[in-house]
């Protein structure tokens, strides 16, 4: 267990491997933990970093702004105290934000980008998770995990085929976060809109999305690839929001083709 000291607070990282940099960015209400078998398998010709965003995982969730700019600066604060000049950014969901988020605004310090399910406008996101950010029912939601957990024990095999594994992580993920980054990030993410800016991206961009995604819209691919000059997607029609965990080794390879061309 490896951590970074900053003004908003402690940043929790692992790494795994040897070779060209990559940070792996997790998701809302996730952690580090989803991408360590991603991780592993790249262990050969990677050095892979993957960090816990403030207010999640075992990064601090005191002191912190829980948006994503605020994420945004933290990636670019991680990479100044690692020495990390340049390095492929890959992101899940709303990390895979943040992650184009900071190839537009720091071009220099990204040679690649690899999106996961993520969402280019906010407008994407289902029903629910656009209610988690408003203040009153993202209160209810924290207040009475008890329902939450039984409706998303429910929908789990909806999510991904890996329902149980899914879900035991997103049940630990929950335990760690705050009233404040629960809500702040993902009324952030939802109020988010890539699009105008996405013509100025000039590093290769690979989108991975599940045909059976209802978290975010997988037609956000559509757009990515509309708008990014340098774009590619890799589509699965088997997988939903979750493809490292739907189809691991299929989503391992298409990641390594693109990052170690």
Same mark, same amino acid.
């Given at each position: 267990?490896?951590?970074?000291?900053?003004? $908003?607070?402690?940043?929790?990282?692992?790494?795994?491997?040897?070779?060209?940099?990559?940070?792996?960015? !997790?998701?809302?209400?996730?952690?580090?933990?989803?991408?360590?078998?991603?991780?592993?398998?790249?262990?050969?010709?990677? =050095?892979?970093?993957?960090? /816990?965003?403030?207010?999640?995982?075992?990064? /601090? =969730?005191?002191?912190?702004?829980? *948006?994503?700019?605020?994420?945004? %600066?933290?990636?670019?604060?991680?990479? /100044?105290?690692?020495?990390?000049?340049?390095?492929?950014?890959?992101?899940?969901?709303?990390?895979?934000?943040?992650?184009?988020?900071?190839?537009? @605004? !720091?071009?220099? =310090?990204?040679?690649?980008?690899?999106?996961?399910?993520?969402?280019?406008?906010?407008?994407?996101?289902?029903?629910?998770?656009?209610?988690?950010?408003?203040?009153?029912? @993202?209160?209810?939601?924290?207040?009475?995990?008890? @329902?939450?957990?039984?409706?998303?024990?429910?929908?789990?095999?909806?999510?991904? =085929?890996?329902?149980?594994?899914?879900?035991?992580?997103? %049940?630990?993920?929950?335990?760690?976060?705050? &009233?404040?980054?629960?809500?702040?990030?993902?009324?952030? &993410? !939802?109020? *988010?809109?890539?699009?105008?800016?996405?013509?100025?991206?000039?590093?290769?961009?690979?989108?991975?999305?599940?045909?059976?995604?209802?978290?975010? /819209?997988?037609? $956000?691919?559509?757009?990515?690839?509309? %708008?990014?000059?340098?774009?590619?997607?890799?589509?699965?029609?088997?997988?939903?929001?979750?493809?490292?965990?739907? %189809?691991?080794?299929?989503?391992? $390879? @298409?990641?390594?083709?693109?990052?170690?061309?």
């Amino acid at each position: 267990m490896s951590s970074i000291v900053t003004e $908003q607070g402690i940043v929790h990282y692992e790494v795994i491997g040897r070779g060209r940099p990559v940070i792996f960015l !997790h998701g809302w209400l996730g952690s580090w933990a989803y991408w360590i078998d991603t991780m592993n398998a790249l262990s050969h010709r990677c =050095r892979s970093y993957a960090l /816990d965003f403030w207010g999640f995982g075992e990064s /601090d =969730r005191q002191r912190a702004s829980f *948006t994503v700019p605020s994420f945004m %600066e933290l990636v670019v604060r991680f990479m /100044d105290h690692l020495g990390i000049a340049s390095a492929a950014l890959v992101g899940h969901s709303m990390g895979g934000t943040v992650a184009l988020g900071v190839a537009l @605004a !720091h071009p220099e =310090r990204v040679a690649q980008v690899a999106v996961v399910g993520s969402p280019i406008t906010g407008s994407s996101l289902n029903f629910f998770l656009k209610m988690a950010g408003r203040p009153f029912w @993202a209160f209810l939601a924290y207040n009475f995990p008890a @329902a939450v957990k039984a409706g998303t024990y429910l929908a789990a095999p909806t999510i991904t =085929r890996a329902g149980r594994t899914w879900y035991r992580m997103w %049940e630990r993920d929950l335990s760690r976060t705050s &009233l404040r980054s629960f809500f702040q990030s993902i009324r952030s &993410l !939802h109020h *988010t809109d890539l699009r105008p800016r996405l013509r100025e991206l000039r590093v290769p961009v690979l989108g991975i999305y599940g045909a059976r995604d209802n978290i975010v /819209d997988p037609d $956000q691919a559509f757009v990515l690839v509309r %708008e990014t000059p340098r774009a590619v997607i890799f589509w699965m029609p088997e997988a939903g929001h979750f493809p490292m965990l739907d %189809e691991p080794q299929r989503f391992q $390879q @298409a990641l390594a083709d693109f990052l170690l061309a």
